[in-house]
């Protein structure tokens, strides 16, 4: 009995019914591992509309797959399902920083130049797994980095960005450039660790505010059915606030991993600070038939009468061998997307909840 309690753990809560409407990619990425680049891994979409198409940054394993490096790299589409690499090789290295990976890259154009927030992956996680670093560029292509460590943990115990901050999601509005993150910190009462999403603002890209929390989880995900909080975190900025997107962390012992993204969120606000959420998630692991595993990291993009929301997922690890003995290519991971018309998704909400 003892050894069955190791071995199967108890199953996850049944999550929340995903918000209807999306169409969504629902039987394949429509960037999968091993297309645009030899056992690519491809994660961390971060969309930009140009007048020829699309631009989409990302990352994937360079050197062994599932391994650091972990780098970002650019992607053009004229349609938004079909892409290239431009440039083949990735955007920035490691080498110079005291980074092993560069991940999550939120590309925003900002004050006459492209700014990318990521995050920097230590090699070792002691004290901290990883850190948020900003880079500049003119052109959108050629990048350096203006500032290896923008942001780290506190080290504060029980502080709310005590134990990690990453996951940047930078957007511009009435001139100032904000970058949203998740951050992680110790549950004082137990429980999974305490992850929610905070905001620095800047006006030259060079000083920033100190952080601020802006977000913490609902009732929608309470703590003692294992959901750490909110991760993943990007925004949309019109005249009249901002969207927030981010995804739902669940902590769960014995599971593979422990740590998942199960849903992707949203929430409004009028000031960037204090939020709405929505009453249901956007889409969730069971959206699809590849992201049993995770559905995480939304790129949302406005696109004419349409949101459009590239997402990273893949299968649960059990159902990983096929793409390992088809040396690291095939359907079970990679970038979908979604699509919804802006009418549907700017309906006033019924119920959510303010946070």
């Not at 360079?62 to 431009?86: E, I, M, Q």
Request: proline share 10%.
């Amino acid at each position: 009995m003892v050894l069955a309690a190791c071995t199967n753990p108890a199953p996850p809560p049944d999550l929340p019914r995903a918000m209807p409407g999306w169409r969504v990619s629902r039987t394949a990425p429509v960037i999968a591992a091993g297309s645009l680049r030899r056992q690519g891994l491809w994660n961390d979409p971060s969309p930009l509309r140009t007048a020829d198409g699309y631009v989409l940054y990302m990352t994937s394993s360079t050197d062994a797959p599932f391994k650091p490096p972990v780098l970002p790299f650019r992607a053009v589409s004229g349609d938004g399902t079909h892409w290239t690499l431009s440039p083949a090789t990735p955007l920035l290295s490691p080498a110079g920083g005291p980074y092993a990976s560069i991940e999550t890259p939120s590309v925003v154009s900002f004050a006459g130049r492209y700014w990318m927030a990521f995050t920097g992956v230590y090699a070792s996680a002691d004290p901290s797994p990883m850190a948020i670093g900003l880079a500049v560029s003119p052109d959108g292509v050629a990048w350096e980095v203006a500032n290896w460590t923008l942001l780290r943990a506190t080290g504060g115990a029980t502080a709310w960005n005590g134990y990690l901050v990453g996951e940047p999601g930078a957007v511009v509005r009435g001139g100032e450039l904000l970058i949203y993150f998740s951050a992680v910190g110790a549950r004082a009462e137990g429980g999974p660790p305490r992850q929610s999403i905070g905001l620095i603002r800047s006006r030259d890209g060079v000083h920033f505010t100190p952080p601020i929390q802006v977000l913490v989880q609902g009732p929608l995900y309470p703590a003692r059915q294992g959901y750490a909080g909110y991760s993943s975190p990007t925004a949309l900025a019109d005249a009249d606030g901002i969207d927030l997107f981010y995804s739902v962390a669940h902590v769960q012992e014995g599971a593979d991993p422990a740590w998942q993204q199960v849903a992707i969120h949203h929430a409004r606000s009028a000031d960037g600070m204090h939020f709405r959420e929505d009453a249901a998630p956007l889409l969730t692991r069971a959206s699809t038939d590849w992201t049993d595993g995770e559905i995480l990291a939304p790129g949302p993009l406005r696109d004419g009468d349409q949101i459009k929301l590239w997402f990273g997922g893949h299968v649960a690890h059990s159902r990983l061998a096929p793409l390992i003995q088809r040396g690291i290519a095939g359907p079970e991971f990679g970038i979908g997307l979604a699509t919804l018309s802006l009418d549907q998704f700017t309906r006033p909400k019924t119920k959510g909840t303010d946070r």
